[in-house]
């Protein structure tokens, strides 16, 4: 069954769209899955050097993009459904295999910071050059408003400037978000809620694996 328009733009409890979450969710749990691997491995393209950046933001990836949402008010839920559909395809891209990059704990920021910039961009005709300030702001100074505009073009050039998603496609990677890996826990939570939600995040993880490789998505954004 088809996503509805009220699916997708739907605000969860805090006044933000659901999507915010779903998506913050998928990339965290990726980002966990390969930080020990992606680690050991160094910079040895400008691609990888690029996207791991000069400092890494150890805010978490939902906070982060919490403190982009109040920033960009006009951000809807369509928003973060196109940026994991960019997301998932610049991970595929010619480019980004050649260089090996993955979405890990040094890459993360940036990337999501990139993705949702287009996917802004493409919503919304009002979204404003000068916001790019934001981001900064947001990661607490580790991404330089400075970084976005060729992070953006690596971005692009790599998906070719193919930004247009249709309709089915769009579906699709808004199921792939419903099938989340558990939502990531506030520090204030108790151990026995932090032990719940490890328990309830597997099952999670391998349901939406199966879909993304369905669709031909291997390990959400990374490939496996």
């Known amino acids: 069954m088809a996503p509805s328009a009220s699916d997708v733009l739907r605000l969860d409890g805090n006044g933000n769209p659901r999507t915010l979450r779903l998506f913050a969710s998928l990339v965290e749990a990726e980002s966990r899955r390969f930080a020990s691997s992606a680690a050991s491995q160094p910079a040895e393209n400008g691609l990888v050097r690029a996207f791991r950046g000069g400092a890494t933001p150890t805010i978490p990836i939902v906070e982060f993009l919490e403190r982009l949402q109040r920033c960009n008010y006009l951000f809807d839920g369509a928003v973060y459904v196109l940026a994991a559909a960019y997301l ?30 287009i996917g802004a961009k493409f919503v919304s005709p009002r979204y ?31 998906l070719n400037y193919r930004l247009f ?26 151990g026995a809620t932090k032990r719940k939600a490890q328990d309830e995040e597997e099952p999670r993880r391998v349901r939406a694996c199966q879909l993304a490789a369905r669709y031909g998505i291997s390990g959400f954004f990374n490939r496996s």
Do not use: K, W, Y
């Open 88 to 117: 998932a395809l610049f991970m595929r891209s010619p480019a980004a295999l050649e260089a090996g990059i993955v979405v890990e704990p040094a890459t993360a920021h940036r990337l999501v910071s990139v993705a949702v910039l």
């Open 165 to 190: 998603i249709a309709d089915e496609e769009f579906q699709r990677f808004f199921r792939i978000l419903e099938r989340r890996p558990a939502p990531a826990r506030s520090s204030l939570a108790c």
């Open 128 to 158: 404003f050059e000068r916001r790019v300030e934001s981001f900064q702001i947001c990661s607490g100074q580790s991404i330089r408003s400075s970084e976005m505009c060729p992070l953006e073009l690596l971005f692009l050039r790599a």
